[in-house]
């Protein structure tokens, strides 16, 4: 049954947490060398150890626009149009969309049921017995890795999908690289790489802290991890493609 006070005191606390959470960072920054390792690991497993998915998706996005579009606009003599349609498709839409996906699919699971064992094996309690905040050991580490991590995958996989696009383009008319990439340049404004970044700052702020949430939620039972890592990938897709319907809405109002 839906209980709308319980959604109510779990959205306060989710905001807490992220708030918490974002008080942390400047303690982190100054005195926390201890975590971080979390953080080098952190940005390792998720945007290092994800470059070479990323790579064939970009690519084969970036050659799937210019293979059915190019063939389209050429009977209706728009060839151009094709530069503000990669530029639609891969920087502003899929291109922080698909990585953040990337990133739930590895780095969601992982973090929730990575939190989920050290509460389950008392370990989150043996830092709060020796006066170390997990939230600042645990959960600001894995915040600025997954966010910092979306945000250069996010650039990696919108380079690669330009870069597959060129490579498909050779097929139709061969074309001089300056010439391609420099009428990308005329079509692309700061509009769209703003966009694209804040993207990928908000997806990487709901996959980390989501994970984190959902991995301190767990009590006693060992069976509670697996169900914690399913929760944290299920919400954080679920608030990933709201969260880009509502960016890209307000977008084209303010565009309009």
Known sequence: MWNPLAKIKAVLYNLGFFAKTLKGVGYF????????????????FTFVHALGISTLLALAIGAAVNIIGTPMLVQFSQEQLIYS????????????????????????????????????????????????????????????????????????????????SYMVAQFFSSMPMDYYFGNLLQHLNLRDVMLSLIKSVSFGAIIS????????????????????????????????????????????????
């Open 29 to 44: 920054i100054k005195h926390s060398q201890a975590s971080f390792k979390i953080l080098v690991m952190q940005i390792l």
């Open 85 to 164: 349609i990669l530029i639609t498709i891969i920087l502003r839409e899929l291109g922080p969309l698909l990585t953040a996906f990337i990133v739930i699919a590895r780095s969601a699971t992982a973090i929730a049921t990575e939190i989920a064992g050290m509460v389950i094996s008392h370990e989150v309690e043996a830092y709060i017995s020796v006066g170390v905040d997990p939230i600042e050991h645990l959960a600001v580490p894995r915040f600025l890795g997954v966010t910092a991590s979306l945000v250069l995958l996010n650039i990696y996989f919108s380079v690669f999908g330009l870069a597959g």
């Open 209 to 256: 802290i989501g994970a984190v949430i959902e991995g301190f939620s767990v009590e006693r039972a060992s069976t509670e991890v697996p169900v914690a890592g399913l929760r944290a990938v299920s919400s954080a897709f679920a608030l990933c493609i709201v969260v880009n319907v509502l960016l890209s809405a307000l977008y084209y109002i303010v565009m309009v």
